[in-house]
Nanobody
Framework: QVQLVESGGGLVQAGGSLRLSCAASGRTFTNYAMGWFRQAPGKEREFVAAINWSGGTTYYTDSVKGRFTISRDNGKNTQNLQMNSLKPEDTAVYYC????????????????WGQGTQVTVSS
């Protein structure tokens, strides 16, 4: 069993930065690929970034490439999303997720989800 808790969301001006963190409570954390998804009001949940179990492979959606960086520290049971050059269209609730099917861009691959943290980018 894996429990995920996100933190680090908040309000930021366009062009600013935020660092989201995801803390996992389960000892099986290192066996899972991890990902970040986001959901804006009235929109479907969207893939943002993912990282495999060892941290050696990452995926990003095109809209965040060059701006966001996903990382993980298995020893500390944490996953992070560094978000730079934020845009108003990045405004959403961001969710941390864990997959037992390997690194994936698809929601169906993820078994565990955090409660979400709000990111609001003003312009």
């Amino acid at each position: 069993q894996v429990q995920l808790v996100e933190s680090g969301g908040g309000l930021v001006q366009a062009g600013g930065s935020l660092r989201l963190s995801c803390a996992a409570s389960g000892r099986t954390f290192t066996n899972y690929a991890m990902g970040w998804f986001r959901q804006a009001p009235g929109k479907e949940r969207e893939f943002v970034a993912a990282i495999n179990w060892s941290g050696g492979t990452t995926y990003y959606t095109d809209s965040v490439k060059g701006r966001f960086t996903i990382s993980r520290d298995n020893g500390k049971n944490t996953q992070n999303l560094q978000m730079n050059s934020l845009k108003p269209e990045d405004t959403a609730v961001y969710y941390c997720a864990a997959s037992n099917r390997g690194i994936s861009r698809y929601r169906s691959a993820y078994t565990y989800w955090g409660q979400g943290t709000q990111v609001t980018v003003s312009s």
